[in-house]
């Protein structure tokens, strides 16, 4: 079993920073690709960043330029740096991680969320 756990989040005026951390643990053999997601009041869960464990990187359109997605494998550990924050980026955060649990089997683990909130 992994489990994945956020950390970071919180209340913030718009044009303030946050960054999110997020710490997976368990039975890891490698981890592919770490995302982090959210998910506001009434809407779909939509992606925010990715990154895979070469450094590839995708950002969404709304983050691009403001959010910073960042990875320490040796601690499988993702970050996100967001910077300009706006109303708009109020949401739960949630982390995901496309984890080998061992060379032949590959699994998707979700966080529990974070919560941030951006006033304006």
């Known amino acids: 079993q992994v489990q994945l756990v956020e950390s970071g989040g919180g209340l913030v005026q718009a044009g303030g920073s946050l960054r999110l951390s997020c710490a997976a643990s368990?039975?890891?053999?490698?981890?592919?690709?770490m995302g982090w997601y959210r998910q506001a009041p009434g809407k779909q869960r939509e992606l925010v960043a990715t990154i895979v464990s070469g450094g590839s990187i995708n950002y969404a359109d709304s983050v691009k330029g403001r959010f910073t997605i960042s990875r320490d494998n040796a601690r499988n550990t993702v970050y996100l740096l967001m910077n300009s924050l706006r109303p708009e980026d109020t949401a739960v955060y949630y982390c995901?991680?496309?984890?080998?649990?061992?060379?032949?089997?590959?699994?998707?683990?979700w966080g529990p969320g974070t919560q941030v909130t951006v006033s304006s």
């Open positions: 995901n991680g496309d984890v080998l649990v061992n060379p032949g089997t590959r699994e998707k683990y």
């Open positions: 368990g039975r890891i053999f490698r981890i592919n690709t």
